[in-house]
């Protein structure tokens, strides 16, 4: 009656540990299942507190996605190719060739490791770089609402939902040499030549950054309107008795706020445009231009092109082992926020 | 035992109202930016945001050959491509897999989910930090690290039982939980934490188990997030297209797959990118209209695994 259900009693020294329930009665009931079997004992915990219910997702994260971590890391360390990988278990343990292959040698497609790590940290931190002032400012523009803030709200989710192989597709013919919207766009502005050659040689690049620019704005967006949202009226009020400017109101009000919440959105930011597959993979036609060759089509590439899977694998650990300062911090951040 | 629940179930119902004020007339205190700068940032963003949807559309309405030549006519729009498209590219076939796949994955997340949730927002255990933990954890593994093993494995399942695996449902809708799980069981944690406990506490004094509980008093109220956790996982699986070119064939491809095949397909001699624009939006629109009709509920979702209490 007094006592929460979730929080083990002390003084009740020899109960099963889960079903130290503290409900009317239960005392009762547990001294005489105490004397029961062990397996009594672990039915009547388990109706009390049914930690039985964490065994489906426990079990289903272990095989699906810790295992594979670890098999990830195994398959880099063995010669691995199209006729072994069936019989990967019994595949030749090879050490750190794999890695010094990955290094030094180019994939068939003629980018190195190095190249496409490179390709990578640009592409994600040039995005993350652009998107959060944008991100801010769309915040900021529909935080106070006005006749018709609903649908700007609603027209800012849509490059964001809009699947990213649809939005590639859309691209694809969007930078279309000559034919495309874009080049007509500039052509007709001046601004530059017709035949840009955006989806080939080292424009691709650029093509595929400013889509990519385009389609995750609203993810900042979304987060700092949350943390506007969260700010009390009461803060902004008493500002506005102080008489404070605008300025000041972002600086001294705004600003330490929403502090946590961009950091966050920069990391996710950062670790998600990272790993980003099928920006790459659908727009361009196949395989992509060098200048695209982000970390995961070059291991996807390796694998699924030259079945080079011990090289894929040493590429997938490489781009694990540059992902966990951020994936750490992030889990860190997230752990303490939300409370132990 | 309910003085922590009410605190937080007041917490909750102020925090409900001051949003309900801030949305009428707010006063002036609120305001960011000056208004000229507000209304221009909007434009531009709203007409950055809608020209290239509209520019799909008006393509999906163009026919093949004006969209290779660019050559594009708003006098001379015609819906031919939204018919003869289905017959250019298995996209009926793509649209069924796709539903099957990502609604079994996006169910058996969400149960996983629900059953996991509960006992990590009710009860204390040793375990229950590193199991969050994890949980967080394995988000930020990058899909091509799991890609790799998963089809090592699977193959090499394959060899041994003799039966095709890669290619199957089966293999791809574990794949696909790889990511709903941990998704939706973090979704449905943030939920659940903000529910009172008192009505399971209640029954639970009338003689309810825990888990009949969980069935009788949470669950009917739980429906929001749950439809929530169902939509993001659905569309790990809608959107996907990585795992779906590793593990799917001819007789399981996605809708994802069979627009991607057909956009490199018809980029050869006579380009159909009217047709593949008309799939493009067949691809899209279930999507946006699922998150502009359920927005409000949606938006929470999308902030609360990554937002949660920071």
Redesign the interface.
């Known amino acids: ?8 009693a002390p003084s009740e020294p020899g109960a099963s540990p ?1 079903g130290r329930g503290g ?2 009665g239960a005392a009762r009931r547990a001294a005489t299942y105490e004397r029961g079997s062990l397996l009594t004992r672990f039915v009547h915990a388990q ?5 039985w ?2 065994v ?3 079990v ?2 272990t095989v ?6 670890i ?2 890391v195994v ?1 880099s360390l063995l010669n691995l190719d199209v006729s072994t ?5 019994g595949a030749p343990f090879t050490g750190f060739k794999n890695f010094v292959n990955a290094f030094t040698q180019p994939n068939i497609l003629g980018v190195s490791l190095v190249r496409s790590i490179e390709i990578s940290f640009v592409f994600s931190i040039l995005t993350t770089v652009v998107i959060t002032p ?1 991100g801010i ?2 915040a ?7 006749r018709g803030s609903g649908v ?8 964001y ?7 590639a ?6 930078f ?1 040499n ?4 874009i080049d ?1 766009l500039l052509g007709d502005l001046h601004i530059a030549n017709r035949n840009f050659y955006w989806l080939i040689g080292p424009h691709a690049f650029w093509a595929m950054q400013l889509t990519e620019i ?1 389609a995750t704005w609203p993810f900042i967006y ?2 700092v309107l ?4 969260a700010i ?2 009461e803060h ?2 008493a ?2 008795l102080d008489g404070a400017t ?1 300025p000041q ?2 600086r001294h009000i ?1 600003l330490p706020e929403l502090g ?2 961009l950091k ?2 920069m990391l ?1 930011s950062t ?1 998600f445009h ?2 980003n ?2 920006l790459a ?2 727009m361009f ?2 395989p992509p231009p060098p200048s695209v060759e982000v ?2 089509i070059n ?2 590439f390796n ?2 092109s030259s079945f080079n ?1 011990g090289v ?2 040493a ?3 490489v ?2 082992v540059i ?1 966990i300062v ?2 750490y911090i ?2 860190r ?3 303490i ?4 | 035992m309910g003085v922590s629940a009410t605190v937080a179930g007041s917490g909750g119902r102020s925090a409900g109202r001051r949003r309900r004020q801030a949305g009428g007339s707010a006063g002036s205190a609120e305001q960011l930016l000056p208004r000229w700068l507000v209304r221009a940032v909007a434009a531009v963003l709203v007409v950055v945001s809608v020209v290239p949807v509209l520019y799909m559309i008006v393509l999906s309405l163009t026919p093949n050959q004006a969209v290779a030549l660019g050559t594009i006519d708003l006098a001379k729009l015609t819906w031919s491509n939204y018919t003869s498209m289905w017959s250019a590219a298995p996209l009926a076939a793509g649209l069924f897999h796709t539903l099957v796949i990502a609604g079994a994955s996006a169910l058996l997340s969400v149960a996983f989910g629900l059953l996991a949730a509960y006992p990590l927002t009710r009860f204390t255990f040793r375990g229950r930090g590193p199991f969050m933990t994890v949980l967080i954890g394995v988000q930020t593994v990058p899909g091509t690290t799991l890609v790799l093993p998963l089809f090592a494995v699977l193959s090499w399942i394959q060899t041994t039982i003799s039966t095709q695996v890669i290619g199957s449902y089966w293999a791809i809708i574990i794949t696909y939980m790889t990511f709903g799980v941990p998704l939706s069981t973090w979704l449905l944690v943030a939920y659940l934490r903000t529910i009172p406990r008192d009505l399971e506490e209640a029954a639970l004094v009338d003689g309810c188990t825990r888990f009949g509980a969980l069935r009788r008093i949470v669950l009917p109220i739980t429906v929001p997030a749950l439809v929530v956790a169902f939509v993001f996982a659905f569309l790990v699986g809608w959107n996907d297209v990585l795992f779906a070119s590793v593990f799917t064939n001819a007789s399981t491809q996605t809708l994802a797959i069979v627009v991607q095949r057909f956009a490199n397909n018809s980029a050869a001699a006579l380009p159909v990118y009217g047709e593949l624009m008309s799939a493009a939006v067949v691809s899209s629109a279930p999507v946006v209209f699922l998150y502009l009709a359920f927005q409000r509920y949606l938006v929470n979702g999308l902030s609360a695994g990554s937002l949660t209490g920071v």
């Open positions: 009656m007094a006592m929460k259900t979730d929080v083990p889960g409900r009317a109706r009390n507190r049914p930690l219910m964490l489906p997702t426990g289903a994260i699906i996605v810790i295992i594979p971590v098999i990830t398959l990988l069936r019989e990967w278990l944008i400012l769309a900021f523009s529909v935080h106070r609402r006005f700007v709200r609603a027209v800012y989710l849509v490059p939902v809009i699947p990213t192989f649809v939005t597709l859309v691209a694809r013919i969007a279309a000559g034919t495309g919207f007509q385009w979304l987060l949350a943390g506007l949202q009390p009226k902004y009020e500002a506005a605008l109101r972002l705004v946590g919440v966050l959105g996710l670790l990272f790993g597959f099928t993979f659908v036609s196949s970390l995961p291991a996807y694998a699924f899977f894929a694998s590429i997938a650990v781009t694990m992902l951020p994936a992030y889990i951040a997230t752990r926020s939300e409370g132990g």
